[in-house]
Every structure is written in structure tokens, then in C-alpha cells.
């Protein structure tokens, strides 16, 4: 059955730096999502993207955040300056219709120092 | 921002138990879904609800779209072991380009 990957499952980073976090969406969708939970909370929204640009943000989606389909398979997270309270899990999502329940990766858990 | 809120928080129950959790807003959704979460892993979708008043069962488990749009139960029936985990409901709100919002989740936990 298809699925969402995700690398690297773990990050640790000091603060201030960039990272990336990557994903691959199933292959027939068209809609993807980046989602984060701090430990112990719940799931929230960050941004979705559609036809190559961001079509929803969260307040958490800042101008440290951006996000990028470089090409036809990855959607790419990238937090510009890194700080302590980004640490999380960081989950993608893709989905392949509007209509369509979306359908989440194994993560990728950040720690930040 | 909108929220969900799902109840209980956690629930301590001894297998072959009957489990009942739900989630209600304030505001009104097209879709619930039921999601459930092991340690350290994505959620996994368990149901998912497009029409109000509709009522679907994957296996033991059986939730509902409330007539009102603004909430949701999810059951599951004769529990075992392999149940434990976090369950998490989420809606999608009409007119969104389908960000899904979240509840805090339901620890259940299972005696053997």
C-alpha cells in the first residue's frame, strides 16, 4: 500500500541553524501538508500546499518557515534559524483530492539545542 | 483559532470493555476523522466521516458525524491489548483548503 515517507525519523540541531526535513507524498497526490506536535500535544497545522504554492498558513508558520516541491516527488520543510522551542515532531501529509482524507507520514522528530 | 475538544483525556480499561470517546466544537465541520497514534509514529487514519448523521464501522470500531456538524464519537468494541495508543479526532472545516484541526487526544490504555 503507498505511503508517506519522511527522512531523516530524527534531527537533533544546535540552535540557529538551518534544517531541512523531507518528505515524499504518495505519488497521485496533489494536495500536501506539514503538521508539527511538541511532545505530550496535539497535532496542529502548519501550511498546505497546492499546485506549487502555499495555499494555507498557520500563525505558527512563520518567516523562518518555508516549504518547496523541488521536484515531481519531495515536499521539503525548512526552518531558516532554528530555536529551542522548535523542537517537535514534524509530520507531512498528503492527500489526493479535495474530497479525499489525507494520510500522514512516520514523522520526523527535531531536537533542538 | 478553532478548537476541538475531546474527551476523556485518558481512560484505564480491562480488555473485552466497550470504549467511547468524542470531540465537539463550536464551530461546524464537512469532515471528522479518527486518527490513532502509537509512541513515536504519524497517525493513522481509522474512519473517516464526510456526511452528517452518517454512522461507520471499521471493524470494531464505530464512529459517528454528528447531525449538528459540530461533533463526533468514536467506539470501539470489545477492546484488546493492541489498542492502547492515542486517539485523535479531527476536523476539516468547510471552505479550508483541508488543514485539519486537531483534539488533544484520548490515551487509552488496556489491561490484559
Known amino acids: 500500500e503507498p505511503e508517506v515517507t519522511q527522512t531523516p525519523s530524527h534531527q537533533v540541531t544546535q540552535m540557529g541553524q538551518e534544517v531541512i526535513l523531507r518528505c515524499v507524498p504518495i505519488?497521485?497526490?496533489?494536495?500536501f501538508y506539514w503538521y508539527r506536535q511538541i511532545l505530550g500535544q496535539k497535532v496542529e497545522f502548519l501550511v498546505s500546499?497546492?499546485?506549487?504554492?502555499?495555499?494555507?498558513k498557520s500563525e505558527i508558520f512563520d518567516d523562518q518557515f518555508s516549504v518547496e516541491r523541488p521536484d515531481g516527488s519531495n515536499f521539503t520543510l525548512k526552518i531558516r534559524s532554528t530555536k529551542l522551542e522548535d523542537s517537535a515532531m514534524y509530520f507531512c501529509?498528503?492527500?489526493?483530492?479535495?474530497?479525499?482524507?489525507?494520510?500522514f507520514g512516520p514523522g520526523t522528530r527535531l531536537l533542538v539545542l | 483559532g478553532q478548537q476541538l475538544n475531546q474527551s476523556p483525556q485518558s481512560m484505564f480499561i480491562q480488555e473485552g470493555e466497550d470504549v467511547s470517546m468524542n470531540c465537539t466544537s463550536s464551530?461546524?465541520?464537512?469532515?471528522w476523522l479518527w486518527y490513532k497514534q502509537d509512541p513515536g509514529e504519524g497517525p493513522v487514519l481509522l474512519i473517516a466521516?464526510?456526511?452528517?448523521?452518517e454512522l461507520t464501522s471499521n471493524g470494531r470500531l464505530t464512529a459517528q458525524f454528528g447531525i449538528t456538524r459540530k461533533d463526533s464519537f468514536l467506539n470501539i468494541s470489545a477492546s484488546i491489548p493492541s489498542d492502547v495508543g492515542i486517539y485523535f479526532c479531527?476536523?476539516?472545516?468547510?471552505?479550508?483548503?483541508?488543514?485539519?484541526?486537531f483534539g488533544k487526544g484520548t490515551k487509552l490504555s488496556v489491561k490484559p
Open positions: 479531527a476536523g476539516q472545516l468547510g471552505g479550508s483548503q483541508g488543514n485539519l484541526i
Open positions: 505519488s497521485n497526490h496533489l494536495y
Open positions: 466521516l464526510y456526511k452528517a448523521g
Open positions: 501529509a498528503s492527500k489526493q483530492g479535495t474530497t479525499e482524507t489525507q494520510y
Open positions: 500546499f497546492y499546485n506549487n504554492e502555499i495555499s494555507e
Open positions: 464551530s461546524i465541520f464537512n469532515t
